[in-house]
């Protein structure tokens, strides 16, 4: 905090005086007014910390200026001066809002320990405040965008999972699909946001380093191993572990991890003694544990530990009424972050963006509109700003031919139905789905002999 600065209010100039000569000694900024509205006007200005408020001034009392100073900011604090021990103003100062008051005459010694204990109390009234603001707000509940059923239902089943003891939970989804945002949301909506939230990735470390990185080793477990280190289970205990891309990690160590999620308990490496940690282990994946399961390269047992709570992210595309306030709130966001004043997105290549099949999920949405704000010159991106999806449907690489071969002709008709379906049968939206025009839809429903009533 800055200097704190200190508002003197009092008719008479000597009180003012020793009061500002003392406080300024003390390392304040102090600032005077002699009635009642020099008083509010001089606080009105802002920047005022606390204020020293005499209960008589020439044009009213001090409750009426006490009430106005609350008024326009609640956080400024006011002592109030009283003449005499009048009880009765004391009790209604109190009542307002006032830290405090003080009987004239007054020891000066005593009014500069209570204005340094009061300004200690909003200095560290307004550091919480901005530690919450900074910690906990980024990952609320409300920075994850989207109402559609699907995400309405995946955001209370967030919610209730934060406020619930479960100690394992497993998150999967598509890349790009919102598993780490779910994970820390999950994270600092608990009553462990106080305590650590590790974040480890499982496949980017090769076996024996994870190992330690995770559980931690005793001086000497192995060659570099000079001295003794706690791992993320030890560092994060009372908080929350997220071991991302956990598909990945090889059958020995899902050995361990099951007896941590089972027991609590784990050993360092090369330790003998079991360590007893309080976590609640996220897991994610953006792979099919169950048929990495059938494969042999998932452990069952773990599979069915980490899937008590599952929550499936869902893909984007499979909920294109959430597009539209996703793109939104990215231009918002870029706004200002890039000082830039871009109204919005047009219609059109709102509809183009809403039928695109985003295989790198909001990831790749943020990208498109980060990419589009930065390049344009517009004041509302079109169609032209967003070549990904301009040029027609862009398949994403899931798409594989089957080892059996497919049937062409029926899934192109299969492809045209779901466009007309989507799209209430309207002819040109269902052809930018499929990046053909109208007359080319036209002549597949005709091919296909595609009829409103049987097929919309
Ligand atoms: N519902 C959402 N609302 C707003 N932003 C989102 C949402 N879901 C994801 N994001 C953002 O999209 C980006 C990708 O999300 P995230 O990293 O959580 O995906 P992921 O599922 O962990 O992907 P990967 O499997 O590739 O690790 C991030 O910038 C994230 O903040
Ligand atoms: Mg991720």
Redesign the pocket.
């Known amino acids: 905090m800055q200097i704190p600065t200190v508002l003197v209010v009092d008719d008479e100039q000597l009180i003012r005086w020793s009061l500002s000569d003392r406080l300024t000694q003390e390392g304040y900024r102090v600032l005077q007014a002699e009635t009642a509205a020099d008083a509010v006007a001089r606080h009105e200005e802002g920047g005022v910390d606390l204020v020293l408020l005499d209960y008589r001034l020439p044009d009213g009392d001090g409750l009426g200026v006490l009430k106005k100073i609350k008024e326009r900011d609640p956080d400024t604090l006011v002592i109030l001066l009283t003449a005499y021990s009048s009880v009765d103003a004391a009790v209604e100062a109190m009542k307002q809002g006032a830290y405090h008051y003080a009987n004239k005459p007054f020891n000066l010694d005593d009014i500069a320990s209570l204005v340094e204990k009061a300004l200690e109390t909003t200095r560290l009234r307004r550091e919480l405040r901005e530690l919450r603001a900074s910690q906990a707000q980024p990952y609320s509940l409300d ?4 109402s559609s059923p699907a ?1 309405a239902t995946v955001k209370a089943l967030l919610q209730k999972v934060a406020a619930s003891p479960a100690s394992t939970v497993l998150l999967t ?1 598509e ?8 994970a820390k949301v999950i994270h600092y909506s608990s009553d462990r946001a106080g305590r650590p939230f590790m974040n480890i990735t499982c496949s980017a470390l090769p076996e024996t380093l994870l190992e330690s990185e995770l559980f931690g080793h005793e001086r000497g477990a192995f060659t570099d191993a000079r001295q003794q280190k706690r791992g993320l289970f030890e560092t994060a205990d009372g908080g929350t572990v997220f071991l ?1 891309e956990i598909g990945e990690t090889v059958p020995g160590l899902q050995a361990k991890l099951l007896r941590i999620l089972e027991d609590k308990t784990f050993k360092r490496v090369g330790g003998a003694a079991d360590i007893r940690v309080d976590v609640r282990v996220i897991a ?1 994946t ?1 792979r099919n544990l169950e048929e990495e399961v059938r494969r042999g390269r998932f452990r069952e047992d773990l599979y069915y530990r980490l899937n008590v709570l599952p929550i499936v ?1 869902p893909p984007l595309r499979a909920r294109e009424e959430d597009i539209p306030l ?1 793109v939104n ?1 990215y231009v918002d966001g870029f706004n200002t972050e890039f000082k830039k004043r871009v109204r919005g997105v047009s219609g059109d290549a709102m509809r183009r963006l809403q039928g695109y099949g985003w295989p790198g999920n ?2 790749e949405l ?1 990208n498109a509109v980060e990419r589009a704000m930065l390049l344009t010159e517009r004041d509302t991106l079109a169609t032209e700003d967003f070549p990904l999806a301009s040029g027609g449907v862009r398949l994403g690489e899931g798409v594989e031919l089957p080892a059996g071969g497919i049937d062409l002709e029926q899934l192109e008709r299969s492809l045209v139905v779901q466009a007309l379906e989507r799209s209430g049968w309207n002819q040109t939206r269902a052809a930018a789905l499929l990046g053909v025009n109208r007359d080319q839809i036209r002549y597949r429903i005709e091919k296909f002999r595609l009829e409103k009533a049987r097929h919309g």
């Open positions: 920075r994850i965008v989207g995400m989804g890349s790009g699909t919102g598993k780490d945002l779910a991302d994610a953006n992210l996703l709130y909001i990831r943020r």
